[in-house]
Nanobody
Framework: QVELVESGGGLVQAGGSLRLSCAAS????????MGWFRQAPGKERELVAA????????YYADSVKGRFTISRDNVKNTVYLQMNSLKPEDTAVFYC???????????????????WGKGTLVTVSS
């Protein structure tokens, strides 16, 4: 059993920054590739960024490339999403998810993820 808890969401002006954190329970965090997804009202959940078990490989959706950075600290069992130059269209509930393979996370298929957090709301005002 793995529990994921997101934090760091909130209200920010366009052009501002936020850092999201996802804390994982257990002692096997390093065995999982991680992804950040987001879901805006009325839209499907989409993959934003992914990171491999070691942190060597990363993936970013075209819509956030150059603005967002995913990282992880396997000692603290935490994955981060640094979000800069935020836009109103970034407004969504952000979820972290875990799977044992990086390739599976990169597919962006929500049904393929083994574990999900409950989400943290990011609201970007114009």
């Amino acid at each position: 059993q793995v529990e994921l808890v997101e934090s760091g969401g909130g209200l920010v002006q366009a052009g501002g920054s936020l850092r999201l954190s996802c804390a994982a329970s257990g002692r096997t965090f390093s065995n999982y590739a991680m992804g950040w997804f987001r879901q805006a009202p009325g839209k499907e959940r989409e993959l934003v960024a992914a990171i491999s078990r070691s942190g060597v490989s990363t993936y970013y959706a075209d819509s956030v490339k150059g603005r967002f950075t995913i990282s992880r600290d396997n000692v603290k069992n935490t994955v981060y999403l640094q979000m800069n130059s935020l836009k109103p269209e970034d407004t969504a509930v952000f979820y972290c998810a875990a799977d044992q393979t990086f390739s599976t996370v990169m597919t962006g298929k929500t049904s393929g993820m083994d574990y999900w957090g409950k989400g943290t709301l990011v609201t970007v005002s114009s």
